[in-house]
């Protein structure tokens, strides 16, 4: 097992005094703030021990089979919200409405898994009811940003020759546009429905939730030709538990603590391109 550490800003030399926990036989520099400790200790024991001591110090800790790599994946699956944008897409459109907080009590009760997320999406965008459609624009240009490295991300797995797909409990709105600015393969979300330049309170069709997620992925895999295994998933919340849990790898950004309990990776730390490090 290899042992893989970076955090941003972090010194080599505080990686390596992590590293020790884990008594790796030898080390390999992947940039300025990540390194690669090879044929290390990879107990339970020690792997918590790393875990505690990386947490504290700032630093996302990975272990991972020795010679995995990119080319071992021909796809990388990616939640939207709080995962390759910044932000909550219904949290900021109900901010229109007034009603942010209200709206983003329910949203992070069904990231942590506490709410069914179709019933609670279904709550969410019947209070949006009323909003002007224009709305939506000005969420996607005054207040969503792209995650920290996933653009970076992004060009790597392309260049790399893997196909992209962004699969979201949020809107087509947002999705259509994001797949047209970072020439993502697939995309999939919800479609709010609009009448009379005014969002209705209702979505159009089936809602996206995790089956639906998971679904999407075993789809896009056999359109590909390829199994689940050879997908990257990437999420934050619960509802993105069941399409990380057939991928390949599972990575867990900023994620909510029983998504990162579950991940092979958790990014907590860095961008999103510490995946592309990790595999380097």
Same mark, same amino acid.
Not at 88 to 113: F, N, P, W, Y
Not at 120 to 134: F, H, I, P
């Given at each position: 097992?290899?042992?893989?550490?970076?955090?941003?800003?972090?010194?080599?030399?505080?990686?390596?005094?992590?590293?020790?926990?884990?008594?790796?036989?030898?080390?390999?520099?992947?940039?300025?703030?990540?390194?690669?400790?090879?044929?290390?200790?990879?107990?339970?024991?020690?792997?918590?021990?790393?875990?505690?001591?990386?947490?504290?110090?700032?630093?996302? @800790?990975?272990?991972?089979?020795?010679?995995?790599?990119?080319?071992?994946?021909?796809?990388? *699956?990616?939640?939207?919200?709080?995962?390759?944008?910044?932000?909550?897409?219904?949290?900021?459109? *109900?901010?229109?409405?007034?009603?942010? *907080?209200?709206?983003?009590?329910?949203?992070?009760?069904?990231?942590?898994?506490?709410?069914?997320?179709?019933?609670?999406?279904?709550?969410?965008?019947?209070?949006?009811?009323?909003?002007?459609?224009?709305?939506?624009?000005?969420?996607?240009?005054?207040?969503?940003?792209?995650?920290?490295?996933?653009?970076?991300?992004?060009? *790597?797995?392309?260049?790399?020759?893997?196909?992209?797909?962004?699969?979201?409990?949020?809107?087509?709105?947002?999705?259509?546009?994001?797949?047209?600015?970072?020439?993502?393969?697939?995309?999939?979300?919800?479609?709010?429905?609009?009448?009379?330049?005014?969002?209705?309170?209702?979505?159009?069709?089936?809602?996206?939730?995790?089956?639906?997620?998971?679904?999407?992925?075993?789809?896009?895999?056999?359109?590909?030709?390829?199994?689940?295994?050879?997908?990257?998933?990437?999420?934050?919340?619960?509802?993105?538990?069941?399409?990380?849990?057939?991928?390949?790898?599972?990575? @867990?950004?900023?994620?909510?603590?029983?998504?990162? @309990?579950?991940?092979?990776?958790?990014?907590?730390?860095?961008?999103?391109?510490?995946?592309?490090?990790?595999?380097?």
């Amino acid at each position: 097992m290899n042992l893989v550490l970076q955090g941003p800003g972090a010194a080599q030399a505080l990686l390596t005094d992590v590293a020790a926990l884990a008594r790796p036989a030898r080390s390999v520099a992947i940039s300025e703030h990540a390194l690669r400790f090879e044929d290390v200790d990879a107990s339970p024991d020690v792997r918590d021990r790393v875990a505690a001591a990386a947490y504290a110090a700032g630093v996302d @800790a990975t272990f991972i089979a020795a010679g995995r790599t990119l080319a071992d994946f021909r796809l990388v *699956a990616m939640d939207m919200d709080s995962t390759l944008i910044t932000i909550e897409c219904i949290d900021e459109i *109900a901010d229109m409405q007034g009603l942010k *907080a209200q709206v983003s009590e329910i949203t992070e009760a069904a990231m942590r898994g506490e709410l069914d997320f179709a019933a609670s999406l279904t709550r969410r965008v019947a209070l949006l009811e009323g909003l002007e459609a224009s709305a939506l624009a000005r969420v996607y240009e005054e207040r969503l940003r792209i995650s920290p490295g996933g653009e970076a991300m992004l060009a *790597a797995v392309q260049a790399a020759g893997l196909k992209t797909l962004l699969v979201s409990g949020g809107f087509t709105f947002f999705t259509e546009r994001l797949q047209a600015r970072l020439g993502l393969d697939y995309a999939h979300a919800n479609v709010l429905e609009i009448e009379n330049g005014r969002l209705t309170g209702r979505v159009v069709g089936g809602i996206v939730d995790a089956e639906e997620k998971r679904r999407t992925v075993e789809r896009v895999c056999a359109e590909l030709g390829i199994e689940p295994r050879q997908a990257i998933v990437m999420g934050d919340g619960a509802n993105d538990l069941r399409m990380m849990g057939i991928a390949g790898l599972s990575v @867990a950004f900023r994620a909510k603590p029983v998504v990162r @309990a579950q991940a092979d990776v958790a990014l907590n730390f860095s961008g999103l391109d510490g995946i592309v490090k990790i595999l380097a």
